[in-house]
């Protein structure tokens, strides 16, 4: 492997198209012959294309969609960190974070490869256009993409030329620049093999034309399935269409569906990375994928339709957004709080809740006691009023543990301690579960190489980015960055593919 810093940038020779064949009932074969071809142009995939457009590869970049298409690393924060840590800290404190963070659910090799290149893949990100700084008081916001997002609340306003856009509107420039072919409107349909090796993909435009490209390398980089609501009704939620999309959505598991016709291994299915939203982000674009409910849900409790806590609300937000969305009716649970909590956490970290949801015309039921509460929610009186007063001889003798089912008590950047429900004022909150990305998919190994369903590697495959599988997720929703993680794994995807 060749270290990104001691490389000297290669203009490759423009990728050639073969030929342009006659129309077949109805439809365009176009043929192109390339070094490696990148499926999607998302973070992941536009460093792993400039990447290896940069070691000397002929590369073809597809792109399902047109012009400014969307993306999640569009939308994007814009935060690079290693489970909650300075991603710049080096590679052993990185690991221990990820082992804190991962617990056993981390393929050890995944998370040795993340820890060891995720700092030299934001190195690799500041001399190709990334223009970091600090964005708020954490050590792990140390990276940032200027100009800083996270400001305003809503979609409409959030995310239009902030770094994250800047930095992807850069990486693509460069690379047609430097020679690459990067092709938008082209949507994939199926790997090419020859003797066991990946040998290139077919691709299909909206108009019916078609496109084969044969290649030495595959690499994809199409995003998770959040997109395909089959998909996410086999493997995440009973309901996807209760679910507030807080992402660009386009993630449709092409990628994933295509490795596993020619023998990839899928892992870690169920569970995706998102957060909690008042049940108005679904149709209300002013209300995602900020303000989150995930601080003022983890400081007090979170009851489905019986008026009963059904999940650990301690162990944070994306967790407790996995264990929304498997309820049988994902918009049937609420928050329940009290004016203490709502003046503490619900104004907590970055876009709060409160005074937001009050400005924004999202329900916040309020009574002077834990009957009228439940009646004004349809919840049954008894059982919310036992699990509350359950709930506060737990925090008083410092018990939480003990509770049905147990209740952590974190106090890190995204998850609080229990706080008591005492009044005055009790108030409770609608809730739904925001997906933004899937979290499992294909396997790979810590070279980005594809793994198959025998335990080897798909020769001239590999993948990166959330398209993948085998370090976030597991029981817990572990995450461990998102952003950090698709540059890390673009990075050595692009590598080992230009190899």
């Given at each position: ?394 925090v008083a003798t410092g018990s939480t543990a003990q509770l049905h089912p147990p209740r952590s008590s974190r106090t890190d950047t ?48 590999f993948a990166a980015g959330s398209a993948t599988g085998g370090l976030d997720g597991g029981p817990d929703s572990v995450y461990l ?19």
């Amino acid at each position: 492997m060749v270290p990104a810093s001691s490389c000297v940038a290669m203009r490759p020779s423009p990728v050639p198209i073969l030929a342009m064949q006659a129309r077949r009932e109805g439809q365009i074969q176009m043929e192109m012959n390339a070094d490696v071809v990148v499926m999607g142009a998302g973070l992941a995939g536009l460093v792993a294309a400039r990447r290896a457009a940069e070691l000397g590869a002929r590369v073809v970049l597809l792109e399902a969609g047109e012009g400014r298409y969307p993306a999640n690393s569009r939308y994007t924060g814009g935060v690079f960190h290693v489970a909650f840590e300075d991603v710049t800290a080096g590679p052993a404190v990185l690991r221990d974070a990820i082992s804190r963070a991962g617990g056993d659910c981390p393929d050890p090799g995944l998370a040795d490869a993340y820890a060891a290149n995720a700092g030299r893949a934001i190195a690799w990100l500041a001399v190709n256009g990334a223009d970091f700084g600090q964005g708020g008081d954490f050590p792990w916001m140390s990276r940032m993409l200027v100009p800083f997002s996270l400001r305003e609340p809503g979609f409409p306003n959030h995310w239009p030329d902030k770094g994250a856009e800047r930095l992807l509107e850069r990486l693509g420039r460069d690379f047609t620049e430097a020679g690459g072919a990067f092709l938008r409107g082209w949507r994939g349909r199926s790997l090419l093999t020859m003797d066991g090796r990946c040998s290139g993909l077919e691709a299909v435009r909206a108009d019916g034309d078609m496109l084969r490209i044969v290649a030495k390398s595959v690499v994809i980089a199409d995003g998770g399935f959040q997109g395909d609501s089959e998909l996410v009704r086999e493997h995440i939620s009973p309901r996807p269409e209760s679910l507030c999309r807080r992402g660009a959505g386009t993630g449709r598991g092409d990628g994933l569906k295509m490795a596993a016709a020619v023998g990839a291994k899928l892992v870690g299915l169920d569970r995706f990375y998102g957060h909690v939203q008042a049940a108005e982000a679904i149709r209300d674009d002013r209300l995602w994928p900020y303000p989150i409910l995930d601080i003022l849900g983890s400081s007090a409790i979170v009851v489905g339709p019986d008026g009963r806590r059904f999940t650990d609300e301690g162990k944070g937000g994306v967790p407790l957004a996995n264990a929304i969305a498997a309820l049988p009716d994902p918009l049937s649970s609420f928050v329940v709080f009290d004016r203490a909590i709502w003046e503490g956490p619900g104004r907590a970290f970055l876009l709060p809740p409160n005074p937001t949801f009050e400005e924004r015309g999202v329900a916040i039921l309020r009574a002077d006691t834990l009957e009228q509460l439940a009646d004004a929610a349809g919840l049954p009186a008894e059982n919310l009023a036992r699990t509350v007063a359950d709930y506060n001889a737990a925090v008083a003798t410092g018990s939480t543990a003990q509770l049905h089912p147990p209740r952590s008590s974190r106090t890190d950047t995204l998850s609080g301690a229990a706080w008591p429900i005492k009044g005055p004022e009790f108030m409770a909150i609608r809730l739904c579960a925001g997906i933004t990305y899937t979290m499992g998919g294909i396997a790979i190994d810590p070279s980005a190489r594809v793994v198959s369903c025998d335990g080897g590697v798909i020769p001239g495959l590999f993948a990166a980015g959330s398209a993948t599988g085998g370090l976030d997720g597991g029981p817990d929703s572990v995450y461990l960055g998102g952003l950090a993680r698709a540059a890390t794994f673009g990075l050595l995807a692009g590598e080992a593919a230009a190899s």
